[in-house]
């Protein structure tokens, strides 16, 4: 007599890469913050959408700290992959943005989030730095999610430079330094796995939209620290316009690459940055070439947050947002390695 199948909870398939809803939302405030102080209208809005930001993020992380008290072995499968740990690195970003909307109503309280954001980056930085160089990678690993944890230093001026703690610019350009330079090494090493290994499956492709954000992080933190748009500001940015063009029509592709997967919410988070980078740079420039630029690509970041807001939503209220059996879709969740009592994690090779 065949057993009576074992209901699985739906934390279980609760990733960490959801957080990149956050971020998502997050950046989008901060872009409709930018356009609303250019065209003069009220910050609504954006207060509206960053209200949301904090509110979501609480959620995600009191049913996160269920998922880890419930099923901590699931939570440590996740952070052993060498590709989804990446993925931490989201919440801990969430923590460092999340305070430029806090900021208006407690200075303390987003001082105070940010330094826990600064130190856990930090070590989290250090940690899988130190992880990748101690262990042999296989090539096939080298996912556009190993910018994360680099990305995530660049994130610390974004904020950090407006807050009053003492010897705050020497502690942004520490993270800013680490930023750029790990930046530049794996970006080279992903073109390399993308030139020379197999392709990346249809699932994971608009996943590469996470390249365009090392660049535009870095020009938004070089401006912030320098206080200057010279020649080295306007070659990162233009470097990120000529990556958005390089791979921006990876958003394109996310109806019909393979059943709705939150690691979509990966292209939101650096297509807003794109476009905050294009409202502070047009800033000082009287074109309306510049003009038209932000514009576009605040167009473009609202529909494709609000298209993946919808289907989020959508699939939660149907109780679709995870597939109840994992092997059926084995390989579009190469970036979301879940464990359940049928599907033991394990690397999961490319191709």
């Known amino acids: 007599m065949k057993a009576p199948e074992t209901k699985q909870s739906f934390l279980e398939f609760l ?29 609504m809005l954006s207060s509206i959408i960053g209200g949301m930001s904090i509110l ?66 930090f070590l989290f930085a250090w940690f899988v730095l130190r992880k990748w160089l101690d262990q042999q990678q296989e090539p096939g690993n080298a996912m556009p999610a190993w910018i994360i944890p680099v990305v995530g230093t660049l994130d610390v001026p974004i904020v950090g430079h407006r807050l009053p703690i003492t010897g705050i610019k020497e502690i942004c350009l520490l993270f800013f330094g680490i930023g750029i330079l790990f930046s530049v090494i794996l970006l080279v090493i992903i073109f390399s796995r993308l030139l020379f290994q197999p392709p990346l499956p249809e699932a994971l492709k608009p996943t590469l939209m996470i390249l365009i954000g090392p660049l535009a992080l870095a020009f938004s933190g070089y401006e912030s620290l320098s206080g200057s748009q010279d020649i ?34 990966a292209v939101s988070f650096p297509l807003v940055a794109c476009t905050i ?26 529909c494709t947050i609000a298209y993946l807001l919808v289907q989020t939503f ?24 879940f464990k359940s009592n049928s599907d033991p994690v394990g690397a999961v090779r490319p191709g």
Not at 239 to 253: A, H, Q, T, V, Y
Request: hydrophobic letters at 55%; a positive charge.
């Open 15 to 43: 990733p960490v890469s959801l957080f990149g809803s956050i971020l998502g939302l997050t950046g989008l405030s901060y872009s409709l913050e930018l356009a609303e102080k250019k065209w003069g209208f009220s910050l």
């Open 56 to 121: 979501f993020f609480l959620i995600l992380f009191i049913l996160y700290l269920v998922k880890i008290w419930k099923y901590p072995s699931l939570v440590k499968a996740e952070f052993k992959h060498p590709v989804s740990v990446s993925f931490f690195g989201i919440f801990i970003i969430c923590l460092l943005l999340l305070p430029g909307i806090i900021l208006p109503y407690s200075i303390y309280l987003a001082a105070g989030t940010w330094a826990i954001g600064a130190v856990i980056m």
């Open 232 to 265: 080295i500001a306007s070659i990162l940015y233009y470097s990120d316009l000529f990556l958005l063009l390089l791979f921006g029509s990876k958003i394109f592709l996310l109806p019909k690459c393979c059943p709705f997967r939150v690691s979509w919410w």
């Open 277 to 302: 980078a294009s409202f502070r740079y047009s800033a000082n420039k009287q074109s309306i070439v510049y003009q038209f630029i932000p514009t576009i690509l605040l167009i473009i970041s609202t």
């Open 314 to 337: 959508y699939k939660i209220f149907t109780n679709k947002l995870f597939l109840s059996n994992p092997l059926s879709e084995k390989a579009t969740r190469q970036l979301e390695p």
